[in-house]
């Protein structure tokens, strides 16, 4: 699952699996997006070749494929490629279904990343890695209360887990619990870069005084912080801005 960054502490061809688009595999943009001749939607490999090599082959050649098309952002094909890998070798499923799920939340095919996560969770239900990719995934859509609820599962399965103490720091700031967020937090961060987080969660909702003060609090732990640095230059410019043109 992506990780919020903005101001945010811690965020060939093969044999067997061929690809069903003409000319290139696909157009990559300078973001996540993804365009092709029919203008977006999942592309569906084909087994061209199913009988020259046997599933397993087959379908480690498509996983191989989709890996690739993943670190290259190409998401869209990757989703194809794992789905057609799966059902080539249904002994790959697990492995596949993680990363399906995280990829249908990043082209927002939310219902299918849930149905994902909930089969891998029948399996793994203190997976902590999992259960933070799920209060993740609630978290993107707004569902703070859910979100709240898998991450706590997570950070309960795995103490260590620091991504998921600054995503459940998030959802409980989202939800008005700024105590609590800070406390989470600082299971992953330094105090400075608490406050920093709880600025960041503040600004996203238009609370730009209280985001203040929690950057100048950040400040006042660690002077230098470049992240508080940054964020009250921005602030204090837009309010500076906002008073010489009412």
């Known amino acids: 699952m992506r990780f919020t960054a903005l101001l945010l502490v811690f965020a060939a061809t093969g044999t067997g699996c061929t690809h069903n688009r003409a000319g290139t595999m696909s157009s990559l943009l300078g973001s996540d997006s993804l365009t092709g001749p029919t203008g977006g939607g999942l592309s569906t490999p084909t087994d061209t070749t199913s009988s020259e090599l046997p599933g397993k082959q087959s379908a480690s050649l498509c996983l191989v494929m989709a890996e690739s098309l993943e670190r290259a952002d190409k998401e869209v094909d990757a989703v194809a490629y794992y789905e057609r890998g799966r059902e080539l070798d249904p002994a790959v499923s697990e492995r596949v279904g993680r990363r399906l799920a995280v990829l249908y939340d990043r082209i927002d095919q939310q219902a299918k990343a849930m149905n994902e996560y909930q089969e891998l969770l029948k399996k793994h239900p203190k997976d902590s890695s999992l259960l933070n990719d ?91 912080l470049p992240i508080a640095q940054a964020a009250i230059s921005r602030l204090e410019q837009g309010d500076s801005a906002s008073q010489a043109n009412p």
Request: hydrophobic share 40%.
């Open 134 to 224: 799920m209060g993740y995934s609630y978290y993107n859509r707004g569902q703070w209360a859910e979100a709240e609820t898998y991450l706590l599962r997570s950070v309960t399965a795995d103490k260590t887990n620091k991504r998921a103490w600054v995503n459940l720091g998030m959802a409980q700031a989202q939800l008005g619990k700024s105590t609590q967020a800070v406390v989470s937090f600082e299971k992953a961060v330094s105090r400075a870069e608490a406050q920093a987080n709880l600025g960041f969660v503040l600004l996203t909702q238009g609370n730009r005084a209280e985001a203040l003060a929690a950057y100048r609090r950040a400040l006042e732990l660690e002077p230098t």
